[in-house]
């Protein structure tokens, strides 16, 4: 089976009032992801991430920052940008969507090193 490469997500429709999601009003996806073995791991703190535009509903698992780690389980989540601020200059974003299942990302196999002390006679 070959490893994951992306990470997809459902748009939402609605606002947290009920309300339907306006034409514009989501500027950004931000997609997160943790080492939960990592110590002090905790949902909703993610220390690799990307910004996908309003129209995407994926991300490569590539394009997130700072590279990702290699045999160790990763959870990603998902949250939608406004682009707004409220009244105390607070980003307007949705919550963070509920966690993926877990990923471990393979370990690359080793690479020699080339040989050395080529001789012709």
Known sequence: MAPPTQVSWVDPTANVD???????EITAYEVGARDTSAAGSQAGVYPYGIKA?????????????PLLPTG??????????TGALDVNSN?????WSPESA???LPVPAPVP?????????
């Open 53 to 65: 535009p309003p129209t995407a509903t994926s991300a490569l698992l590539s394009a997130l920052k």
């Open 102 to 104: 877990p990923i471990t």
């Open 91 to 95: 980003a307007v974003d949705s919550d």
């Open 18 to 24: 009920g309300s339907p999601v306006s034409p514009g």
């Open 72 to 81: 160790v389980p990763l959870v990603f989540a998902v949250r939608a940008d």
């Open 113 to 121: 090193l080339p040989p050395s002390g080529v001789v012709v006679s």
